[in-house]
């Protein structure tokens, strides 16, 4: 679509520089997509006509996933249950499966990257309520790529110096986030779900290599399964949390809306702050939205002048090989995790368990081995839920 529309038809960038921006943003973590669109916008127009596109891109989808959140509380204080949505977990699940599936083919290839992944497989299967797993696995299989100097040497004049001024205010906004989400829990503040919430969406936005898909593992070991242990019941009682159903429904209907995957902040931003009022949720639904594509914005317009040099450093090759190679790893550990923890017992007699195992494997199928887009796929689960 960008090929067409801002090649083809506007000539706004040529293909070579389309193709450079995408595997420049690639080596970003955030929404590829959005940092994309984002850099067209900044080479016709600045950093004004950057945000522009960026808020243009985002809204409608952060709209329509924030009025979910409104809906599903609706729902939930009525104690409506819309059959519709029964499968839309067991959906979720199936993307996930499938996107690590289209990672590996393109990430892991040679004997190391089978390790890392595998390793990655195991570790987030077996450990995946245990607090920063995620960037520790990352960034351990970074430093791991990096011993070898057989796949992608350095060679060439070397780089100029960076300025790495420009990234002043990522990590000043990222240390003041910990900071006051900290200061906040300890202190008991009366507003501290927003410190949480921004610093949770802002680190989000800052760690997550590989789009929204390995987005959905983190939010759900954040929100879902880490609350629930006994250490954080103990030290952080009021810990934002949610269902894991609530949260794979919204993981799920994303699917079947347009724009990015990230818009999913909208929608768990206002389930998490649903029980503190109308205003609190809209905000929560804000906060999910600005926080989660802040960090990408920031990360995208402060390193791209610096891209020429940047991408002289082999050091960040290396780095992203054993980066792309644990997001597959993770991306499969929390398929199966989800698996086991979504109603797969067959001793009560329901066929719900049969179909959910069914709704795994079909949506995988259907993503794999059909041009069926992802919103169709969406829909007919929503008709299942509702027929069957």
Request: glycine letters at 8%; charged letters at 15%.
């Amino acid at each position: 679509m960008m090929l067409k529309t801002f090649v083809a038809q506007r000539k706004d960038v040529t293909e070579e520089e389309l193709m450079e921006y995408n595997a420049f943003c690639q080596m970003l973590p955030g929404a590829s997509s959005t940092q994309t669109l984002t850099l067209i916008g900044y080479k016709r127009g600045g950093i004004p006509l950057a945000i522009l596109t960026l808020l243009i891109w985002i809204l409608p989808a952060c709209t329509i996933m924030g009025g979910l959140s409104f809906l599903m509380n609706y729902l939930d204080e009525r104690d409506i249950n819309f059959k519709a949505l029964r499968f839309i977990q067991p959906l979720a699940v199936g993307f996930i499966a499938f996107s690590a599936y289209r990672l590996f083919k393109i990430s892991v290839h040679n004997p190391i990257t089978r390790i890392i992944m595998v390793s990655s497989t195991l570790l987030t299967y077996f450990l995946f309520k245990t607090p920063w797993l995620f960037p520790g696995v990352i960034i351990l299989s970074g430093i791991i790529t990096n011993f070898s100097d057989k796949r992608i040497p350095q060679k060439g004049i070397p780089p100029k110096k960076i300025n790495w001024g420009n990234i002043v205010i990522f990590l000043g906004l990222f240390l003041l986030a910990g900071f006051f989400s900290e200061t906040a829990r300890k202190n008991e503040w009366k507003n501290r779900a927003v410190f949480n919430l921004f610093e949770n969406f802002y680190r989000f936005g800052s760690l997550v290599f590989g789009g929204g898909d390995v987005l959905m593992p983190m939010m759900i070991d954040q929100y879902v399964y880490h609350p629930t242990t006994e250490r954080t019941e103990k030290a952080n009682p009021r810990a934002l949390r949610m269902t894991q159903s609530e949260f794979l429904t919204g993981s799920g209907i994303v699917r079947a809306i347009p724009g990015p995957v990230f818009s999913i902040g909208s929608y768990t931003g206002g389930m998490l702050l649903r029980q503190r009022g109308a205003e609190m949720q809209l905000l929560g639904c804000v906060i999910g939205m600005v926080a989660l594509f802040l960090p990408s914005a920031l990360l995208v317009l402060f390193f791209f002048p610096v891209w020429n040099n940047l991408k002289r450093y082999a050091v960040i090759y290396r780095a992203l090989e054993g980066i792309n190679a644990a997001v597959v790893g993770i991306m499969a550990g929390a398929t199966f995790f989800l698996m086991k923890n979504i109603s797969l017992d067959i001793t009560d007699g329901s066929t719900d368990h049969f179909i959910n195992i069914l709704v795994i494997g079909t949506t995988f199928c259907l993503l794999t081995f059909t041009k069926i887009r992802p919103p169709l796929i969406v829909l007919g689960c929503l008709a299942v839920g509702w027929l069957v």
